[in-house]
């Protein structure tokens, strides 16, 4: 597995490719705004899910924004797997939750 971060004017996105180089398994996006990144999105595709792939990115994600407020807005059902990586619920937003890494 190899992760591919490209910098954007204000959003870093990452590519999570196979070890053949052929094929995408996982991409994130992360927006910067002052002092805190929003993680917009995680994806991992489906034939990939259940392996670590969406841990190993979210590890990279966190090491290259460690000192920063992360914050995303994701469903109810996926804060169980954000808090074993240190995020917390902060507020519900309609049907998503929003929540935090503390720096």
Known sequence: MQIKRFEQEDACKYE???DYQCSVMA???VR???RQAY???INVSSSYRGRGIGTGL???ILA???GTLI???VFEARVPWYERHG???TSNEGNLVRIEKSP
């Open 64 to 66: 290259d924004f460690e």
């Open 16 to 18: 999570c490719w196979d």
């Open 58 to 60: 979210l590890k990279q």
């Open 87 to 89: 995020f917390r619920p």
């Open 27 to 29: 991409s994130a996006v």
């Open 39 to 41: 993680l917009q999105d």
């Open 32 to 34: 910067k705004h002052g």
């Open 71 to 73: 914050v995303a807005s």
